[in-house]
């Protein structure tokens, strides 16, 4: 599977940005989409995530409430919709797929490139 991560760039606080992560090559319906977002200096953290079949979503306490993770099968897209942004969302985010649902970034197979996102104050 190849991902493309797409949607970063620079907005102010309280903004909105929705990212987006497209995927190619074979998707099994039980592979798990998760967003991952990692800031200078410190380790990659689990944001949220949601299975290609079905409607479980799951989200970091940190994001609860602000962000939504969709996804349009027909395109075998991902977004994550941000909400409410705050300087401590900058990051440079990164979507994976995996066989299984994680927090942790190593259980993911394939992974995008990664797309930056800034929020100024």
């Known amino acids: 599977v190849q991902l493309q991560a797409s949607g970063g760039g620079l907005v102010q606080a309280g903004g909105s940005l929705r990212l987006s992560c497209a995927a190619s090559?074979?998707?099994?319906?039980?592979?798990?989409m998760g967003w991952f977002r990692q800031a200078p200096g410190k380790e990659r953290e689990f944001v949220g995530s949601i299975y290609w079949s079905g409607s479980s979503t799951s989200y970091a306490d940190s994001v609860k409430g602000r962000f939504t993770i969709s996804r349009d099968n027909a395109k075998n897209t991902v977004y994550l919709q941000m909400n409410s942004l705050k300087p401590e969302d900058t990051a440079v985010y990164y979507c994976?797929?995996?066989?299984?649902?994680?927090?942790?970034?190593?259980?993911?197979?394939?992974w995008g490139q990664g797309t930056q996102v800034t929020v100024s104050s």
């Open positions: 994976a797929t995996g066989r299984r649902f994680s927090t942790s970034a190593g259980t993911y197979d394939s």
């Open positions: 090559g074979r998707i099994f319906n039980n592979n798990v």
